[in-house]
């Protein structure tokens, strides 16, 4: 079976689209049908059917879907189980970071592991931590350096790399920075702008508030922490970011019955056999690490 044509597969049924997929492959549009056409013909079946612009899987391609994934992580895994016998670093490593991490933390990461490295091609995705790491769970990349989950996962290996204290914060104008020693229930009368409820940050923030029984009031919800500070320092609301975000448009708030601080880490998968690239690059992150 063609193993371009099953990855070609996979990633059209994630991304329910031909044009998107081939994006993601770095292929034409028509190379991508082709490999599907090809599957198709080789398998005697139909995978998708075409309505106008949507694109949905027919029953074998829902019965193939789950069988392709398996078989692609088992050669994928292979592979990097021969390649690990030469002890070279080199191929290709899959790499998800978060926006904030692939900002602040990981430049000067990522140039002394080139340097170190010449021979790896690095394949970079920035993505929310949280869908980093769904793609680490389903074995789609090999690492995530990402805001660690406040829970564990049992097909994660997680390690932690760095702490992120948190700040509160707020404009300069805002009626909180006229008293900048506040407690938490001062806060809670006062609008937020924070991440998601759905992200690890958004989740901590939040467990603060229900540990002391108080109601968090969000006025508006961003994934993007420099969006964040944007509208913060125009009076939207306070928030709370990391230190090495704060500057001249952001007043700091003393909260003293409250610390937060997330962890910020590399994951991979505990059954996924890492590759000489990607065990280079943990060991380089914990030549960094804080902890």
């Not at 990633?11 to 689209?17: A, K, L, N, P, Y």
């Not at 805001?147 to 996962?153: A, D, F, G, K, M």
């Not at 805002?174 to 001062?186: F, G, K, Q, Y």
């Not at 059954?271 to 000489?276: A, G, K, P």
Request: hydrophobic letters at 40%; one cysteine or more.
């Amino acid at each position: 079976m063609d193993f371009d044509a099953l990855k070609a597969f996979i990633i059209v049924c994630e991304q329910r689209s031909f044009s998107l997929a081939a994006a993601r492959l770095h292929l034409t549009q028509p190379a991508v049908s082709k490999r599907i056409a090809l599957l198709e013909n080789h398998l005697g079946v139909k995978l998708f059917d075409r309505i106008g612009r949507t694109i949905n899987l027919t029953e074998a391609g829902n019965e193939l879907y789950p069988r392709a994934t398996e078989i692609l992580s088992g050669v994928e895994d292979s592979r990097r189980a021969i390649s690990n016998l030469s002890r070279t670093v080199s191929g290709s490593l899959s790499l998800a970071t978060s926006h904030h991490v692939g900002l602040w933390r990981l430049p000067d990461v990522l140039k002394e592991y080139s340097s170190r490295y010449p021979g790896v091609s690095l394949d970079l995705h920035f993505m929310d931590s949280e869908v980093a790491h769904e793609e680490i769970v389903q074995g789609n990349l090999e690492l995530g350096v990402i805001t660690l989950s406040p829970t564990r996962h049992e097909r994660l290996k997680a390690m932690p790399i760095w702490h992120d204290q948190l700040t509160f914060v707020c404009a300069m104008d805002h009626p909180l920075a006229e008293s900048r020693c506040i407690d938490v229930e001062t806060l809670a009368d006062h609008p937020a702008v924070l991440p998601d409820m759905s992200t690890f940050t958004g989740r901590i923030v939040k467990q603060m508030f229900d540990q002391k029984g108080l109601t968090l009031t969000v006025s508006m919800s961003t994934n993007y922490l420099e969006t964040i500070k944007m509208l913060i320092s125009v009076g939207l609301g306070w928030s709370v970011l990391p230190r090495s975000m704060l500057d001249e448009t952001t007043c700091v708030l003393d909260v003293p019955d409250a610390t937060i601080e997330r962890t910020l880490g590399v994951i991979h998968h505990v059954q996924r056999s890492l590759s000489n690239a990607g065990r280079a690059f943990i060991n380089l992150l914990l030549e960094n690490t804080d902890f």
